[in-house]
T-cell receptor, first 112, second 115 residues
Framework: GNSVTQMEGPVTLSEEAFLTINCTYT??????LFWYVQYPGEGLQLLLK?????DKGSNKGFEATYRKETTSFHLEKGSVQVSDSAVYFCALRHNAGNMLTFGGGTRLMVKP | DAGITQSPRHKVTETGTPVTLRCHQT?????MYWYRQDPGHGLRLIHY???????DKGEVSDGYSVSRSKTEDFLLTLESATSSQTSVYFCAISESAGQVSTVQYFGPGTRLTVT
């Protein structure tokens, strides 16, 4: 079956540090990949997505590249801010299906 | 932001009581979903709907039922709540399904505690 594995948190960084949150997946075929972000007390918001191999999703300074050869979709940001503190979820969905499969989430804490 | 509201936002109930959670959307999207969020598990799909009166089971459907009598409302019912159903419940909607462009949008969540 499908599965998504994320690095466990919390990840604690200082403001302006470089961020990487690792995400790898197991799936048959060619799923679409997503990063969602959940700010404290809120629902999930779509951060970025990629729908085929070598696609790069980007939004708000965050980037992730769909790497089929390594089955990965790592999230990166060059300079984090305190306002980026949140829980980040990697997810996949088969294009022929409805169900999103989520990783366990990674909490990011950015200190001033 | 997608127009999705959930009610109630917080609920505490006792084991064995029935509970109904409501999801309401103003986007006229065809597809609606219920997920539960538990530490270390991310979100897991409980049930989803692909139209009025059309529903199907997800990954963790045991102990839950759903109903959709109108496009805008999707109800999740716990017939007899158990402590293992203590969780945060999220509703999601999407305009399409099974397409590359499909994106799910999430509501603010309902925190349910079963004592």
């Amino acid at each position: 079956g499908n599965s998504v594995t994320q690095m466990e948190g919390p990840v604690t960084l200082s403001e302006e540090a470089f961020l990487t949150i690792n995400c790898t997946y197991t799936a048959t075929g060619y799923p679409s990949l997503f990063w969602y972000v959940q700010y404290p007390g809120e629902g999930l918001q779509l951060l970025l997505k990629a729908t085929k191999a070598d696609d790069k999703g980007s939004n708000k300074g965050f980037e992730a590249t769909y790497r089929k050869e390594t089955t990965s979709f790592h999230l990166e940001k060059g300079s984090v801010q305190v306002s980026d503190s949140a829980v980040y979820f990697c997810a996949l969905r088969h294009n022929a299906g409805n169900m999103l499969t989520f990783g366990g989430g990674t909490r990011l804490m950015v200190k001033p | 932001d997608a127009g999705i509201t959930q009610s109630p936002r917080h609920k505490v109930t006792e084991t064995g009581t029935p509970v109904t959670l409501r999801c309401h959307q103003t986007e006229n999207h065809r597809y609606m979903y219920w997920y539960r969020q538990d530490p270390g598990h991310g979100l897991r799909l409980i049930h989803y709907s692909y139209g009025v009166k059309d529903t199907d089971k997800g990954e963790v459907s045991d102990g839950y039922s759903v109903s959709r009598s109108k496009t805008e409302d999707f109800l999740l019912t716990l017939e007899s709540a158990t402590s293992s159903q203590t969780s945060v419940y999220f509703c999601a909607i999407s305009e399409s399904a099974g397409q590359v462009s499909t994106v799910q949008y999430f509501g603010p969540g309902t925190r349910l505690t079963v004592t």
